[in-house]
């Protein structure tokens, strides 16, 4: 931490950060330019990282040192984790991943048609919404507990594990025994009872990135859940709120090497709602398998017309077919296969 | 509902979105440009709302016509909702209500001293965080059931209802039993399951704008409380997340008089957690005041630098005199008091 | 300056900044944590404010401990500055300056009638375009000279000082004989090349925030007009582009309070372009009185139905002279006048 | 244009709307619903689209149905432009072109050599600043002219077209001189007497988003300089300005399938200024290429630690050669070659 005074800090008040910092079991180390004076914190910053040194008389700002998340940092293992869903493997250096599903599970026979569909096309994980989040309280807002036994059924029929959102803690037993990969979706990345909920889960988690968050926000998401004990975690960019109103959200794609930077986690990507636009999905596809993703999730439909939520960005069968076949030899091009 | 048609769309893709429109029960109406054609949807639009339409071919933009949001419109009732809350009547025309408090209840003996503080210097409403939203898992996370106990004694002590936070559907009755008004964060202003629970409660609630929500969304959201049955729900601005980082956030200001055009429902401002900054709060309380709020929320705390949370951005007690002193002025220059 | 050292960096990389930092004419201050060094640089920043520190090896961060701008600061003054315009105080710590107009000069009729009636209710000051900076090039462009010529044909007739844009430094003799204040748009808030040439220019000039720009932005952009000679500089807020588009523009009042801090130069707000919607420019007009603006400037429309800029967020002169009254009312209250 | 009337509009503000509507020319077609009349004006929307229509009483809301771009827009040739410059075509749907040089050019020895590297690597055009917009004016502005002069030997020694910004009105004459191609910066795409300047130009013009330009707002950016005759424009991507401050701007990769389809003008992508971060710029490189990037601008320096701009982000040499390898990769993976 190091703390910047201003220039019209009296000695009476430095004095008094010192004896705050020291009170806490910290070292000063004082550094007195011309115009303003500098004090070092030496010792662990997490001490004092919540401490409301802005609020001394004095300091005109606070840079701390070390980075808020700890277990979340790639300097926590030094590798790569790789996460192990029933044998398929995420965060595997070579190997990128597809998840693909529908937006919603809507019935028996349309999460078995497209399940099958996007198997045969080279999904390796099964989406699909049993418990969904709508912006409004009057669209469709999922099968609930009898879409997650289809998803079950799904993955009876394919072999593929399952990914599916968990948006309650109350319902956190029932999507655990269901799905395979429990699914925080963007606009709970900050709801922290479910994180922890999820952190104390053994099941393997996505995290979303939230529509208004930071590089550093979903690292320290992620961290709520790594501290309750829960290491397979991956991260998903799937799209910012920005001033531009031609896409649905802006897809962040350098957030894939800056993630990867900060975190060992796998970065998965989902183009889907990231574009919104069914034009512009494929582009964004093959992007983030450039980009270096580790996974790439796309919402497909055998009948977009009769969806009943985002049929409007939802592939058909045959345009996924050919998404796959483009981002396989991206994958190829930059020593990865798909 | 305008469905705007590309300039090649076929006379068979026509036909085929007329076809769509009538089996869902509602009337076309066509007007054929030199270059584009146009379908009005005539019948209620909430019917095909959720209805795919962009995923029709031929189809190059979709323009509702209604508002999606009913309940929460203004339109619904035609006048403003009051909501009385152990007498103190919020959303009044005449009366702007001071809600005020520390950022978290941290103990007996602050929640207590602050509370009397506030009270006398003329808060009608007592804030304080049992359950606390902290962005790190290594933050203060407040003190539970134990801050809500704390909080009612203060009520006890005062006289003054009290607001807190609520972020997890298991907590609701906790807080329901203790709380007279439930705050939903801005955190958890799409957790829908969170939302639907506290309009089942019968408590009035406070909603606060999400970092990334639109006027729209935060209507949308309230919307889920008032479908639910609860018709006591009061709004918040709080800051918006932009590029600007010399503040926490940008306090919207504009969406004081955008809510209040929108819907019936009371709109509160919260200046503490949009400017972030302690220099700043007193311009941005007597701004918020000037553009129409029915309820200023400004933290306060005796000790900031011993805070256990957000000390950096507390007014201090006398601090807070000043600001109410000037609010009252501002107040009653454009009619109302305070 | 402040460089923080990777946890990984080596002896040799430290000594290699040292040295650098030596051969620039600096002082360097080390201090070595358990986990990482910091090298504190001592002597003036400016010096090393542009080198590429970060691109050293072993860098992790740089931080600066001073300010990039000078003059603007106010630190520099330690006063407030005002600016004579005609006998109109601008800056002046009681009184509130009204600047107002129509969009564009559109004819003789209409500035000269338009002018009549903001002096009439208030105005001080006469706000017109002559050059104006559309997004489309097949809207109305403005009257240019002529347009200039007949804001002075009005300025004649009230007495009032007038304000118009400059686009290009071709245009600037002209625009410096007939304006009295030189109005730099928010599209050209990092023209650099314009900054300088009103730089050098000896009259006042209002600098618009541009959509994207920061705080510490604008204050860097009037620095290039103060360091060319030209210290008549005031600040005007206009509205951010942010995710919101149920306003044209996010009025960011904190911006008012926040470069006040910052700096000496006067801070004008503009409503208008703002809310870019008629009914919400009453609520942002007081409360930007409220927020302490040196200026308002409204736009007023005596025919908007017919205006060929901007008619659909201009008030007409019954409308404009109502919120005037308020305006006053509201500045009293902060114990100023209009 | 489609016009929703407010629900309480009365027939006499319908008749007043339709009357004006005929008036300019044009004709209206009524759609009475249950709620709203919806007014249709048929014939040129351009004639209208300055109207401030949003003025007149009873007007709810104001749909364009024609977009604001003409020339522009891919329907005006229904063919992908393609640019010779000096032989290196821009816009080949089967040749991505490569960009290259340092930030700004500072020397002869300097210049020189970096352009033989570049071009030794694979760049067919030299890139390097000589009139610099900088943020602050206390920074390297560029040697103007003699940086001009010293592009034009580094084109005579490579045979490579040099590419280099243009900031002022002033200075066409100097730069359309020296340069292949004139690049309009971010900070100056809403600079539209300078649009206006290069559209005059025979000179091919590459146009950089603006920082808060949507993608609307950059087709009409072009369509300035298309509209004054010049139909050699690229469109030029590189980072919009977001919440995220982890990079520098937000590469918006969504852009460049999106400008592709709105328009038939070149796109390149600039993930150097997207990023900011040397680390980060790879992968964004080869994401730009697999987005469909007509062109890949690079800033590459020879030694990054004495640069006198931006060399925290420029890629030293062997790294550049290995992304090119990289980008050629995944060129060849979607067809194309590099």
Chains 1, 2, 3, 4 share one sequence.
């Not at 070292?27 to 500098?38: D, M, N, P, Y």
């Not at 989406?127 to 807002?141: D, I, V």
């Not at 396989?328 to 296969?337: D, F, Y």
Request: proline content about 5%; hydrophobic content about 45%; glycine content about 8%.
């Amino acid at each position: 931490m190091i703390i910047i005074c201003k220039p019209e800090a009296t000695e009476q008040q430095i004095a008094h950060i010192e004896e705050a910092i020291r009170h806490w079991g910290l070292k000063t180390h004082i550094s007195r330019g011309v115009e303003r004076t500098i004090i070092g914190v030496i010792g662990p910053e997490d001490v004092i990282r919540e401490k409301p040194l802005a609020a001394f008389p004095g300091v005109s700002s606070v840079t701390p040192v070390m980075k808020p998340y700890k277990l979340t940092s790639f300097d926590f293992t030094h590798k790569r984790t790789v996460i192990d869903v029933n044998g398929v493997k995420i965060g595997d250096e070579k190997k990128i991943v597809l998840m693909s599903g529908p937006c919603s599970v809507e019935s028996r026979e349309q999460i078995l048609e497209i399940a099958k569909i996007v198997k045969k096309t080279g999904a390796s994980v099964l989406r699909g919404g049993a418990f969904k989040p709508r912006t409004s309280p009057y669209t469709f807002q999922g099968l609930g507990v009898e879409g997650l036994k289809l998803l079950a059924e799904a993955r009876e029929a394919t072999g593929m594990p399952v990914i599916t959102e968990l948006m309650d803690t109350k319902d956190t037993a029932a999507v655990a025994e269901y799905a395979d990969i429990i699914q925080i979706g963007a606009r709970n990345m900050q709801n922290f009872s479910l994180l922890k909920e999820v952190g104390r889960c053994k099941k393997p988690v996505m995290l979303k990135r939230g529509m208004a968050a930071t590089i550093k926000d979903v690292l320290l998401s992620a961290e709520y859940i790594l501290s309750e004990g829960n290491m397979n975690v991956m991260l998903c960019e799937r799209g910012i709120r920005t001033f531009e109103t031609y896409t649905r959200n802006t897809l962040d794609l350098s957030a894939v090497p800056a993630l990867k930077k900060e975190s060992h986690l796998p970065v998965i990507v989902d183009p889907t709602h990231g574009a919104g636009h069914r034009d512009l999905i494929p582009a964004m596809a093959l992007a983030a398998v450039a980009a270096g993703a580790d996974g790439i999730m796309l919402e497909v439909h055998n009948d977009p017309e009769a969806a009943l939520s985002d049929g409007e960005q939802a592939l058909l069968p045959e345009k996924f077919a050919q998404i796959v076949k483009q981002m396989r030899a991206v994958a190829v091009a930059i020593g990865k296969e798909m």
